[in-house]
């Protein structure tokens, strides 16, 4: 069975500061994988998403930045954190191709910027 | 762009019916989902609906389509104190990237 791991699960750090949240996928190949931010416990909002290696989209123009160093790895970074990018970050897999529509998310990061 | 609506909160008491409504925009969506979030914890996808369908039953969960009206519901039969979460209502369209936008969800409280 496939499973999705995020790390770490808890974060402060201050303002300016640089900052890199993993996420892993186990038990399946070339998934496509997205990065989210929840703000307030609310909605979800899009960050990056990935079809393969190497291929990042950014849906929001920001702070951030996001890579694919491996199939199953995808990592979300920051040179320089602000204040509002605290929030809750959720990564996510879905598997490529019709017919599989489900996108299943990990336990999130919870990050505080002080 | 998308847009995806729901409403705030919803309180029901233990053993009745939960109904949570869902409205969207986009009329190219090709799969509605709804999810589950419970406090400090992960989305968990509870169920999904392919648009050129009107209704899916899974257990407890009854989901309502009404693509004229894009409309979509959720129905928890015999509500437990377990059911009460955020449920997020969300849909894609059939790309390859499946991108997902959410609603902004609705806090199910239940009350013994």
């Known amino acids: 069975s496939q499973t999705i791991h995020q790390w770490p699960a808890t974060l402060v750090q201050p303002v300016g500061s640089p900052l890199s949240l993993e996420c892993t996928v186990e038990?399946?190949?070339?998934?496509?994988l997205y990065w989210y931010r929840q703000a307030a416990g609310r909605g979800l909002q899009l960050l990056f998403y990935?079809?393969?290696?190497?291929?990042i989209s950014s849906e929001v123009p920001q702070n951030l930045s996001a890579s694919r160093p491996q199939d199953r790895q995808f990592i979300l970074s920051s040179k320089k954190l602000l204040l509002s990018d605290s929030g809750f970050y959720l990564c996510?897999?879905?598997?490529?191709?019709?017919?599989?529509?489900?996108?299943?998310f990990g336990p999130g990061t919870r990050l505080t910027v002080t | 762009g998308e847009d995806v609506e729901q409403s705030l909160f919803l309180s029901v008491r233990e053993g009745d019916s939960s109904v949570i409504n869902c409205t969207y925009t986009?009329?190219?969506?090709?799969?509605l989902y709804w999810y589950k979030q419970e406090p400090g914890a992960g989305l968990q996808l509870l169920t999904y609906?392919?648009?050129?369908?009107d209704m899916k039953q899974d257990q407890r969960l009854t989901v309502l389509l009404n693509k004229k009206d894009k409309h979509l519901s959720l129905r928890i039969a015999d509500t437990q104190t377990g059911d009460s979460a955020i449920y997020f209502c969300?849909?894609?369209?059939?790309?390859?990237?499946?991108?997902?936008?959410f609603g902004s969800g609705t806090q199910l409280t239940v009350l013994p």
């Open positions: 996510a897999w879905s598997q490529i191709g019709a017919g599989s529509p489900e996108q299943y």
């Open positions: 038990g399946t190949s070339n998934p496509n």
């Open positions: 990935s079809v393969g290696i190497g291929q």
């Open positions: 986009d009329s190219s969506s090709t799969y």
């Open positions: 609906i392919f648009s050129n369908m």
């Open positions: 969300a849909e894609s369209w059939d790309g390859s990237a499946r991108q997902l936008t």
